[in-house]
């Protein structure tokens, strides 16, 4: 079965600093998806950033980069020079490919400071 | 192009009495996804379908249930509503149906059960 992990409930970080967000996965099959959702207080999920089990390079999408490390099931989300606009929950989810099946962790709440 | 659209936003329902959700997926994609959202039990998948044929179904009973039309839009239908059916239901969409693919939320149809 499918499990992912976010150990983080919430995260409080200063405007312009980076930040870490932790996603550990758990699953024998060797093809999956990672994914990061980004869900404002307004509730829709906004797809931030996409990693394939079989990429060889971690994924980038602007100010977002997956730290994707396959030894250790890990799969964690950078934020560079955040912005009050990235205060929201984030979650991580995975689904085993081809099926279209997300399984998400608890999520973390980030606070951006000013 | 339009995003994901859900109808209606919000409802109001009292146990006992069942609820059909609609959701719209965004022009030319085939998949439709479902998940719940609940403060305790987080972000859950209810089914997918795929050319109106549901092709993955979550760990949900049998009064949840769906079905999609020839021109994509899906509906959800919960009958004989419980207090613990109240939550935030995401609706998805995806071009290929393909795991790797981007999922594309909708708003989410926010269903309090008194």
């Known amino acids: 079965a499918q499990k992912i992990t976010q150990t983080q409930p919430g995260m409080f970080v200063q405007e312009k600093e980076a930040v870490t967000l932790d996603c550990t996965y758990d699953?024998?099959?060797?093809?999956?998806?990672l994914f990061w959702y980004k869900q404002p207080s307004s509730g829709e999920m906004i797809f931030l950033i996409y990693?394939?089990?079989?990429?060889?390079q971690n994924a980038t999408e602007g100010r977002y980069s997956l730290n994707f490390q396959k030894a250790r099931k890990s799969a964690n989300l950078v934020i560079s020079a955040s912005q009050l606009g990235d205060s929201a929950m984030y979650f991580c989810?995975?689904?085993?490919?081809?099926?279209?099946?997300?399984?998400f962790g608890q999520g973390t709440r980030l606070t951006i400071n000013p | 192009k339009a995003g994901v659209t859900q109808t209606p936003r919000y409802l109001i329902k009292t146990r006992g009495q069942q609820v059909t959700l609609s959701c719209s997926p965004i022009s030319g994609h085939r998949s439709v996804s479902w998940y719940q959202q609940t403060p305790g039990q987080g972000l859950q998948f209810l089914f997918e379908?795929?050319?109106?044929?549901?092709?993955n179904k979550g760990n949900f009973p049998g009064r949840f249930s769906g079905r999609q039309f020839s021109n994509s839009r899906s509906e959800m239908n919960v009958s004989t509503l419980e207090l613990g059916d109240s939550a935030l239901y995401l609706c998805?969409?995806?071009?290929?149906?393909?795991?790797?693919?981007?999922?594309?939320f909708g708003p989410g149809t926010r269903l309090t059960v008194l």
């Open positions: 998805a969409s995806s071009s290929t149906g393909q795991g790797g693919n981007e999922q594309f």
């Open positions: 990693q394939g089990s079989y990429d060889q």
């Open positions: 699953t024998s099959d060797p093809s999956y998806g």
């Open positions: 379908y795929f050319s109106e044929t549901q092709r």
């Open positions: 989810a995975m689904s085993l490919l081809p099926a279209q099946k997300l399984v």
